[in-house]
């Protein structure tokens, strides 16, 4: 079998991240693309976790992904493939992020005192149920991600990498170039600040709950009146 034969029956995805990275080096296209492809998820989470501008998500991830092809002789495995990844993409957000705004005080974020309490994790991922239960939980992302976008960057980054992304406190802080335990408090500020978001919503969105009108209202009064049929006097 020919090398470009070779290359077309092997099975990427099945490939580790060191077998990826030498195919990369060795010019193979469809390895990068697994490459990419296993990467996706976390990348758009670590640059939202920055950047608020969908296109512009996509646009610092394409930079970034050129970059990693460009600098794919340096990977030395030290950490995964995906941190490694993660953190040029980080990079290239921050950058972009300080072109467009004045760098932000992240002491001051930093110390926003925490209310006392314990916090609860957010509840990000649901098991497999029935369509209305699956809808429900789609308005719940949907929420969720609304109240997530309100976060100051340096807190929301903390929160996607860790409580979305399922990052350990120091694979986080090896990514954004922080201390553990300023993980540990941006964390924490930010479940803090995404309770309170969600709570305001929900507040707000209490008097809509459980509507029953229209079609459905007029469905059971119509089958209430029909079976109560008879028991009023005529033409009333």
């Not at 296109?55 to 995964?80: H, P």
């Amino acid at each position: 079998m020919s090398e470009a034969n070779t290359r077309l029956a092997r099975d990427y995805a099945a490939l580790d991240d060191a077998a990826l990275v030498v195919c990369v080096r060795a010019g193979e296209r469809e390895a990068f693309r697994q490459v990419m492809q296993r990467c996706n998820q976390r990348l758009y989470r670590v640059v939202r976790g920055v950047l608020d501008d969908e296109a512009e998500i996509e646009d610092v991830m394409q930079e970034a992904y050129l970059k990693v092809f460009e600098k794919i002789e340096t990977f030395r495995g030290a950490s995964s493939l995906a941190t490694w990844i993660s953190r040029i993409a980080i990079n290239e957000a921050i950058q972009r992020l300080r072109r467009r705004h004045p760098t932000v005080d992240i002491d001051n974020l930093d110390n926003a005192a925490p209310d006392a309490g314990s916090v609860v994790s957010l509840p990000l991922r649901a098991a497999d149920g029935d369509p209305a239960a699956a809808v429900a939980r789609d308005e719940l992302h949907r929420l969720l991600e609304r109240a997530v976008a309100t976060l100051p960057p340096t807190f929301r980054s903390v929160f996607l990498l860790r409580d979305v992304e399922g990052c350990s406190t120091e694979e986080t802080a090896e990514l954004l170039a922080i201390r553990s335990e300023t993980v540990k408090t941006r964390l924490h500020r930010a479940r803090q600040l995404l309770q309170s978001e969600l709570r305001e919503r929900a507040e707000a969105a209490l008097g809509g709950t459980f509507p029953f009108l229209g079609r459905r209202c007029s469905r059971v009064t119509d089958a209430v009146l029909a079976r109560l049929d008879g028991h009023f006097p005529a033409n009333t």
